[in-house]
């Protein structure tokens, strides 16, 4: 099967953002006292996001965790005083920059004469961020939550990156099992998950932990 097009996501997959959105939880729960172990921070907060397939209305394409949520994924108890506070943080970081090997991909990708679509969980900074880190350039279409309404893992928004570009076989590259192999899977994109800190090493899936290794995935599937 020759694969015409390929479905990449931005944050933690080509955009490295400083602190990562669950280190951010991780130094808010430390503060309050909760030592816990990164892996685990990471499983927990990605199990609650995956359940969510539409942005919060006051958080342009993105939602919002409730801590509750994730105490409860972590075995503890949701003391509500705490759990109101850690509501009202701030998660997301605004420093940014590419991996060492995101702009080899995107190359080789084009030179493989594939189609590339960027599909991401977003709010309306993903078009200052594909900007200032010079990628851009390299998408045939950008797909947001910002924009569709919608975020992954909803089917729609993998279906609605294949339509954008006329995509037949296609595959996804994304760095949560929850929200990126889940949801293409679910709409019938073929999916590797990007697991560059071995926060997944329980799991036996199409799995890779750099983006050197999505190239070798991919040039497999068009070799059989």
Request: glycine residues 6%; contains cysteine.
């Amino acid at each position: 099967m020759t694969i015409d097009t390929v479905l990449v996501d931005m944050g933690e997959t080509l955009v490295s953002f400083n602190p990562k959105y669950h280190q951010n939880v991780a130094i808010l729960l430390n503060n309050f006292g909760y030592k816990i172990d990164e892996k685990k921070v990471f499983r927990a907060v990605y199990k609650v996001l995956g359940n969510h397939h539409y942005p919060h209305p006051e958080i342009w394409g993105l939602s919002q965790p409730d801590f509750r949520d994730i105490f409860l994924e972590l075995g503890l108890y949701p003391e509500p005083r705490i759990v109101e506070k850690l509501n009202s943080s701030q998660l997301l970081s605004s420093k940014w920059g590419l991996f060492e090997d995101s702009l080899y991909f995107l190359e080789e990708v084009r030179k493989r004469g594939k189609k590339l679509v960027l599909v991401t969980n977003s709010t309306d900074s993903v078009f200052r961020i594909v900007k200032e880190t010079g990628i851009e350039k390299y998408f045939d279409s950008i797909v947001t939550s910002y924009e569709l309404g919608i975020m992954k893992p909803h089917p729609k928004i993998f279906s609605y990156a294949m339509s954008s570009v006329g995509g037949r076989n296609g595959v996804h590259i994304g760095d949560i099992y929850e929200i990126d192999y889940i949801g293409a899977k679910r709409s019938f994109v073929t999916p590797i998950l990007l697991d560059r800190d071995d926060f997944y090493d329980d799991l036996k899936c199409k799995k890779v932990k750099d983006l050197r290794g999505a190239l070798k995935v991919i040039d497999k599937m068009d070799e059989s």
